[in-house]
Each structure stands twice: as structure tokens, then as C-alpha cells.
């Protein structure tokens, strides 16, 4: 790309569709937005509403729709649903001249059991020593040295030909432990101390992390993280596995446990909300409402506040603004901004009507806009440095899907 990488630090988010000011948008033509598309409304939306960054689901290559990306066929290949290599490094150009930073998501934990990807790829298991006991995907041999070169180039190829800003690790937790999701303890495996980390993942992301801080020391890496591994964001050689940020998934499931709480209980599970603070100092969190929270009957953000339609709202505003002033980077998924009530649904649009039909979620979305706006942007974090408060944040979205 001919426009220089460029870091934007502040409050981010993810978007999906979104409207256009005249004729049916691409979701409505059965139509996937481009990348060319995304370069304009996208961007206009994105930096109009106040978010730094836009953080974008896995653009590999992948099968099928309906894994958003998480499972893997072509590492190497940026998916041609939305338009051409060329077109998407059009699009992060975009954003950069917006001022706009671009994190992208990336899954070294394993990938697509179809025949046509890496799957048994010599006739037996070559890239992969076992298959995921929850996802069936299969988990990368990180024992190997040519797995470890084909990810850790992998991640390079991104960063030097597409020059995403940040990159955010999925299913960490699920790497670091030997026996991650198996619950009979006749199958569990241990290492050669006794426990059961996997020490061979734990080695290989200090090398992806060590890697990218060498060729590109401005490229913060996140963490999807989800128990207690200690020093996440510390440096290597402090003992710790290299990232900037770790996602904070306690902070998201106990406050959306609270905020689910009808109101005569809450008083007995304030906890909920102050339990954080204990430990919010010791990494450098990222606070994340993410699309996993509003998928599989969970219910949208606002489905899950309690009371009538007033207090719902309420119950947003005041989720958005807790959030908002917590320590701490930010993350909303598309989507929460306009307080939608159905789930996401990755065949369709966000319902973006929403906003021209009716006050309550103009509003609203007035609200999160006022809230980007007025906050001073955070200094970036450039290293992993001992932890502080962890301050950008980001608006996560993905190009559209067809209705």
C-alpha cells in the first residue's frame, strides 16, 4: 500500500453494514458490501461516531460464513467475498488517512478440518496432532519448527503487505492448556512437570510476539485470554508472553451477569461490579462487549436489561457509560451502539433502520457518540511494558452479509 502505516489511539468498536443515504445497500440486493464500499461508508461511519480503531473478524480465506472466519482454509489469502487483495489494502489505506487504526483477527489455534485447507494434508496429520474436543477443528503441532515458521511468517505477511495495525490472537486460552475443553480426567495429558500447561504453544507465542515487536515495534498484539495465566502482557523476558493487551472477559461476563439481574437482587450482587477493580491493575486489559455476547441466545445487549422499554434504555446508557470509565481499553461490537434488540445474525444487517424510525435508539446512538467524542484520546502503547491502565479501545465490525 502507498500510504504509510499509521497508529490511531482512543475508543474502538466493530461495524457491519450500514446504511446507505440513498437506493437499497448491498445487504438489501442480497450482496456483500466490499471493500471498496467499506473504504467510504465504513470509514465515514467509523471516524463521524469517534471510534480510533476498527477491529475486523479473521479475512482469511474460509469456507463457510456461518464460522465468521474462525475456521481457516487459506492463511495466506485474503478472503474474495468482499473484493481483491488489492481492494482491502485500499480499504486499510482508508482508514489510515482517517486517522482510523486497524486490528485484525488471527487464529494460530487451529483451523478447518475440510479436505481442501491444511487438514491431514499428506494423507495423515502434518500440520496438526489432534483435533479441538469442542470446536473439531485441528490444533496446530506447535512442536514443530515448520509449523512455527509457517504461523510466525503468517503473521509477518499480514503485517508487512496489508500493514494492520494491531493483531488480536483468538482462542489463546484454548492454546496455552493441554487439556482445554476434555472434562473426562482418564483422557487428560500433562507435561513433563506434571501440570498441564502446553508449553510448546506458550513458547511459540512468545516467538510470534518476540517476532512482530523486532519487524514491527508499533504493532500492539491483544490477547483473547480468558483465565488466570499470569503476566500476559508483561515482556518475554520478564516471564511473561509478550502481548500488549489482554482481553478482560471476567469484567464482561460478571457485568452482563449484573445487568441481567432483575433490580430487587442487585443490591446482593454489587461483587459483580467491584470484583474487577481488584485485579484490573495487574494487566493491560482490554474491556470488550464482543459479538460472542450477543449470538446463541444470549440475547442483544439491550434484550438482556431488565423492565420496560424506558428502563432498557437506561440500562444501555448506563452499561455504555460503566464501561466508558472503567480502567481499561474499549471494544463494542456492531451493532451495541444503535441498541438493537435481535442478535447478530451473520447472514443480515444490522438493523440500521432502527435509528431513522425510531428516537429511543437515535438516541441512544447520540449517546455513544457524545461518549467517544468528549473522551481525550489515550497515549498508544508501544511495548509491553510493566502494565498501567490499558487505554485504546476499539469498534469492531466485519464487511456485510447477504440477507
Known amino acids: 500500500m502507498e500510504a504509510p502505516r499509521r497508529r490511531a ?25 466490499t471493500y471498496d464500499d467499506l473504504s467510504v461508508e465504513l470509514v465515514d461511519y467509523v471516524h463521524d461516531m469517534g471510534y480510533t480503531h476498527i477491529e475486523v473478524m479473521p479475512l482469511m480465506e474460509h469456507p463457510f460464513d ?11 489469502a485474503a478472503t474474495s467475498r468482499y473484493g481483491d487483495p488489492q481492494q482491502l489494502m485500499h480499504f486499510i489505506d482508508a482508514c489510515h488517512k482517517a486517522g482510523i487504526g486497524v486490528i485484525m483477527d488471527w487464529v494460530p489455534g487451529g483451523f478447518c478440518a475440510d479436505s481442501h485447507g491444511l487438514a491431514t494434508f499428506n494423507g495423515h496429520m502434518l500440520f496438526e496432532h489432534e483435533i479441538h474436543p469442542n470446536w473439531g477443528t485441528h490444533k496446530f503441532d506447535f512442536a514443530r519448527g515448520e509449523v512455527r515458521s509457517f504461523l510466525v511468517s503468517n503473521v509477518l505477511y499480514w503485517l508487512e503487505n496489508f500493514h494492520v495495525d494491531g493483531i488480536r490472537m483468538d482462542g489463546v486460552s484454548s492454546m496455552l492448556y493441554l487439556n482445554f475443553g476434555i472434562d473426562d480426567p482418564g483422557q487428560k495429558k500433562f507435561n513433563k512437570y ?23 515495534p508499533d504493532v500492539m498484539m491483544m490477547a483473547e485470554e480468558s483465565t488466570a495465566w499470569p503476566l500476559v502482557t508483561y515482556p518475554p523476558q520478564d516471564g511473561g508472553l509478550g502481548f500488549h493487551y489482554k482481553w478482560d472477559m471476567g469484567w464482561m461476563n460478571d457485568t452482563l451477569h449484573y445487568m441481567q439481574t432483575d433490580f430487587p437482587w442487585r443490591p446482593g450482587n454489587h461483587g459483580l461490579l467491584t470484583f474487577s477493580i481488584m485485579y484490573a491493575f495487574t494487566e493491560n486489559f482490554i474491556c470488550p ?22 428502563r432498557q434504555f437506561a440500562g444501555l446508557r448506563t452499561l455504555a ?49 457524545r461518549s467517544t467524542t468528549c473522551t481525550p484520546p489515550s497515549p498508544p502503547c508501544t511495548s509491553a511494558a510493566t502494565p498501567t491502565t490499558a487505554l485504546p479501545g476499539s469498534m469492531r465490525t466485519t464487511p456485510s452479509s447477504p440477507s
Open 289 to 310: 462487549l464482543s459479538h460472542d455476547e450477543v449470538v446463541h441466545g444470549k440475547c442483544s445487549l439491550i434484550g438482556r436489561m431488565p423492565g420496560d422499554w424506558w
Open 66 to 76: 456461518g464460522s465468521w472466519g474462525y475456521q481457516t482454509t487459506g492463511y495466506y
Open 321 to 369: 457509560f460503566y464501561q466508558m470509565t472503567h480502567p481499561g481499553a474499549k471494544l463494542n461490537f456492531m451493532g451495541n451502539e444503535i441498541g438493537q434488540f435481535i442478535e447478530w445474525r451473520y447472514y443480515e444487517s444490522i438493523q440500521w433502520f432502527l435509528t431513522e424510525e425510531y428516537e429511543t435508539h437515535r438516541h441512544h446512538q447520540a449517546f455513544i457518540k
Open 194 to 216: 506434571g501440570t498441564e500447561e502446553d508449553l510448546d504453544a506458550s513458547a511459540f507465542i512468545r516467538q510470534v510476539n518476540c517476532a512482530v515487536e523486532a519487524h514491527f
Open 9 to 33: 489511539t482512543g475508543r474502538a468498536g466493530r461495524v457491519r453494514q450500514l446504511p446507505r443515504s440513498h437506493g437499497p445497500f448491498p445487504a438489501q440486493r442480497g450482496e456483500f458490501y
